[in-house]
């Protein structure tokens, strides 16, 4: 079985400053990982996906996300964050083109 | 293009009535998803199509839940009869072979 671990419910950061979100997975063989956010009363937003290659992948809005095979990890990350960032975010995973599992999800906070 | 489509946005039910919930996916979008996200949770996979069959319906509890894609675009997920512990965003998804999942806005859902 496939499984996600976002270790933190919330994580809070000072507008400018850089940001990481956790995220840790389960899953037998090579792994698909994604980020997913979401603002109040809508729905999930990709950001960035994992398939292969280079193990520092760029998304949308300026984040990044870095695949650590042997610890197991994806975590999200943003140099410089802005308010506008203050939203759940969530982690997923799948193998190949199996059921995609989510994270319970890590709500962002940005102060100005 | 045109993001997933649900209808309606909001619907407060009595425990024991029945509910529906409709979704148009991304034209050319395959596969289609119905998640159930419980607040304070990750999204949790009810059931997944692949053009009008379906692929994964394992969590789905199907003494209340159905759902059906029969021209293998739009869907109906149906709640008869409702519970409290239905109460939570029910979500949408489409995905081709080779993208992410894009989501809806999602129908919360409001069992009393």
């Known amino acids: 079985a496939q499984s996600v671990a976002q270790p933190e419910d919330q994580v809070n950061v000072a507008e400018g400053n850089p940001l990481t979100v956790k995220c840790t997975y389960s899953?037998?063989?090579?792994?698909?990982l994604f980020w997913y956010v979401q603002y109040p009363n809508r729905g999930l937003q990709f950001l960035l996906k994992?398939?292969?290659?280079?193990?520092l992948v760029k998304g949308s809005y300026g984040f990044e996300a870095e695949f650590n095979k042997s610890q197991t990890s994806f975590h999200l990350k943003k140099p410089s964050a802005l308010v506008s960032d203050s939203a759940l975010y969530f982690c997923a995973v799948r193998k190949g083109y199996s059921t995609l599992t989510f994270g319970k999800g890590t709500m962002l906070l940005v102060s100005p | 293009e045109a993001g997933v489509a649900q209808s309606p946005r909001y619907k407060i039910i009595e425990k024991r009535q029945s509910v529906a919930f409709w979704c148009n996916p991304i034209s050319g979008h395959a596969t289609l998803y119905w998640y159930q996200q419980i607040l304070g949770q990750g999204p949790k996979l009810l059931i997944q199509?692949?053009?009008?069959?379906?692929?994964?319906d394992s969590q789905l509890p199907k003494d209340r839940f159905s759902a059906e894609r029969l021209k293998g675009v739009d869907s109906t997920l149906k709640i008869q009869p409702a519970k409290l512990e239905d109460s939570a965003v029910y979500l949408c998804?489409?995905?081709?072979?080779?993208?992410?999942?894009?989501f809806g806005n999602g129908t919360r859902l409001t069992v009393t």
């Open positions: 998804a489409s995905s081709n072979r080779t993208s992410p999942l894009h």
């Open positions: 899953v037998s063989g090579n792994p698909y």
């Open positions: 994992y398939i292969t290659g280079d193990n």
């Open positions: 199509f692949q053009n009008n069959g379906v692929v994964d």
